[in-house]
């Protein structure tokens, strides 16, 4: 018996020592990595740990998806920190056009609450550090995504998709830091400069759609949050005492025009989240359930989303029939989920956006909203070919509508009931 279990003993040992002299060798195969690069705390520290760990040429690649103030001085930063070459890429119309309308066109919102401001935004940032992988030609490609979190599969399932071939590296799945703390004690220890510190360690991630907030402090249930943490919106005390009112013109489903006023892709969004931002409108405090298994909490800022959504969904309520406003209700939610999954190239995604598509063709026309302390009420809605006729809705007399078809109706709509109630009446 004991023979038995030393050659066990010695077969696990070989296996476990193949396995890791594998690994040196695809360290040493690995001449080039592209970086998803934000200058945050995991991808500063992620730079120098690629040099130290896998001693290859390191680039940076961030993507503008309306980052703002987070971009100033990114280069030089990763350059220092051991980046042999920088790309900071604008993909913020793209981002608006190709990612966050076919959002708004499907009224997407995962769980009922979550504009998916971050799940639109990986793919759309994947894609292009994609092409920079395959411009550098780099054997491998690199996120900061932590092996708890719904990033890591919207990075990755995007790379499969676009550069099925390259290698993917995810440090927060191999290193031996384990949290936070330990890439704070890892970056001050090289003198890597971080945005984070013990005394405000939760996580923000901030682009055109939104603001969110996670981790830390904000981990605890029990406990709310500080207003500073709040970058787009104010809070319902500060808001105006006073109501905003606003039109929001759509033409095939995408938004093109506020208060009249034609807007190209990106300065409409920011207007509008300028806009309802100032109203306290857009935020969010949900526990979601993340697709690796746990349930998370974040706090959301997405005032521009919020009004598109409600003005969207105010206009496919005049122009769609009933059965097709029904029915894409129904795929809503699969879209979102697909969307938070990191299902965005797939094909069963692109079959929806065929359907969505389809159902936006006569969704043009204007709403108007009245924004006050977060809340959203529609004041009007307008639309060319609306499907709403007040001469067939009135409560007055009309020539369309004969009341005396409803009896005959209700007779064939009901008769299952009223039969299943006859047959079954002395059982």
């Keep these: 018996m004991s023979f038995v279990f030393l050659l066990l003993f010695d077969l696990i040992a070989y296996i476990n020592n193949c396995g890791v002299k594998e690994m040196l060798q695809e360290k040493f195969e690995i001449k080039k990595v592209v970086v998803a690069y934000s200058g945050g705390l995991d991808t500063s520290v992620i730079l120098s740990w690629i040099k130290e760990n896998y001693n290859c040429e390191v680039i940076a690649c961030c993507v503008d998806v309306g980052q703002g103030k987070e971009l100033k001085g990114l280069n030089e930063k990763a350059k220092k920190t051991g980046a042999s070459k920088s790309y900071i890429i604008d993909a913020k119309e793209e981002f608006v056009t190709d990612y966050i309308y076919p ?27 994609a092409e920079i992988v395959k411009k550098e030609n780099a054997d491998a490609v690199c996120h900061g995504a932590t092996g708890k979190g719904n990033d890591q599969v919207r ?40 945005p984070v510190t013990k005394a405000k360690p939760y996580s923000s991630d901030a682009n055109l759609w939104h603001v969110s907030h996670e981790g830390g402090v904000l981990e605890n249930l029990k406990k709310g949050y500080d207003e500073s943490m709040f970058k787009m919106t104010v809070s319902l005390e500060k808001a105006p005492n006073k109501p905003t009112n606003l039109q929001i013109s759509f033409i095939k489903g995408i938004p093109v025009a506020v208060n009249g006023k034609t807007l190209r892709p990106v300065e ?128 007055e007399k009309d020539k369309i509508y004969n009341h005396k078809d409803a009896e005959g109706f209700i007779n064939l709509w009901g008769l299952p009931t009223k039969v299943l109630a006859m047959l079954r009446k002395d059982n």
């Design 155 to 194: 990075f990755e399932l995007t790379f499969k998709a676009l550069i099925p071939n390259v290698k993917i590296i995810a440090p927060w799945r191999q290193w031996d830091i384990k949290s936070r703390q330990d890439a704070i004690k890892y970056a001050k220890k090289r003198n890597i400069p971080i």
């Design 268 to 395: 409409l969004i920011s207007k509008l989240n300028e806009i309802a931002g100032k109203n306290g409108i857009g935020r969010v405090d949900i526990v979601e359930n993340r697709l690796v298994g746990m349930k998370s909490r974040g706090v959301y800022e997405s005032p521009a989303a919020a009004v598109l959504y409600a003005a969207h969904q105010e206009l496919e309520s005049i122009v769609l029939d009933r059965d097709t406003l029904h029915f894409k209700q129904s795929l809503s939610a699969k879209y979102a989920e697909l969307s938070y999954y990191g299902l965005w190239f797939s094909p069963l995604k692109d079959a929806l956006d065929a359907f969505i598509n389809k159902t936006q063709e006569h969704i043009s026309g204007s709403v108007k909203l009245k924004l006050y302390k977060g809340n959203i009420t529609p004041i009007s809605r307008d639309a060319k070919y609306s499907l709403y006729s007040q001469e067939l809705a009135t409560f």
């Design 103 to 129: 959002a708004i066109k499907s009224q997407a919102l995962y769980e009922n609450r979550y504009f998916l401001g971050t799940a639109l935004a990986r793919p759309i940032i994947a894609k292009k550090i």
